[in-house]
């Protein structure tokens, strides 16, 4: 089983509608969680951090988080074709030493929105 | 606010050469993380340094190396360069927790013939 993993891709969505993007990790005592977006060429920019079990919010996004299930999600509401792009779910696995400074990334998970 | 800066941003090495990539921090951070992208691996953790201490490793070979000085800014070296290691070098800087989480740099597309 992969330390971090995401729902396989890609994924095409038309303008307007709502992208769903999945993530489960492996180590139970993680306690940060990054969403980044990656476009063709370009470096990851981070788009969503989430700490506490819930919903966050920010714009069009909402990163969701449950330790429990060890799941964590990003909805994209009224997709644009400029969401078009890779998407990469990062944990900081484990817990003090341990995780200092190393994200455990996701193979990421193409975004396709058309118009 | 100026982010986090990798030069240079392309080399093309022979096999057995040795290269080094600097990274300048964003201001601020003392946190400086750096990672191998590949189209097959993703994205892969090399090591990070904190006020020029190394607190974390990944597994890669002892080929790969780096160091952080006082003023935050960090330097990755290769050694004895294989055509494996082609990839794009990202760097990250980071406040020192996770807690702001973590900025790369466009990176370092390294080239090795």
């Known amino acids: 089983q992969k330390e971090v993993e995401q729902n396989s891709g890609p994924l095409s969505v038309p303008e307007g509608a709502i992208a769903s993007l999945n993530c489960t990790y492996s180590d139970r005592g993680s306690q940060s969680f990054f969403w980044y977006r990656q476009y063709s060429g370009k470096s990851p920019e981070l788009i969503m951090s989430i700490y506490s079990n819930g919903d966050k919010e920010d714009g069009r996004f909402t990163a969701q988080l449950n330790k429990a299930s060890q799941y964590v999600s990003l909805l994209i509401r009224d997709s644009q074709p400029s969401d078009s792009a890779t998407y990469l779910c990062?944990?900081?696995?484990?817990?003090?030493?341990?995780?200092?400074?190393?994200?455990?990334f996701g193979q990421g998970t193409i975004l396709t929105v058309h118009p | 606010k100026a982010g986090v800066t990798q030069t240079p941003r392309y080399l093309i090495k022979t096999r057995g050469q040795q290269v080094t990539l600097s990274c300048s921090p964003i201001s601020g951070h003392r946190s400086v993380s750096w990672y191998q992208q590949t189209p097959g691996q993703g994205l892969q953790f090399l090591f990070e340094y904190f006020s020029e201490t190394q607190r974390n490793k990944g597994n890669f070979p002892g080929r790969f190396s780096g160091r952080q000085f006082s003023n935050s800014r960090s330097e990755m070296n290769v050694s004895t360069l294989e055509l494996g290691d082609s990839a794009l070098y990202l760097c990250a800087s980071s406040l020192g927790t996770a807690d702001y989480g973590y900025t790369f740099g466009s990176g370092t597309r390294l080239t090795v013939v």
């Open positions: 990062a944990v900081n696995l484990g817990a003090g030493g341990t995780s200092y400074g190393k994200l455990t």
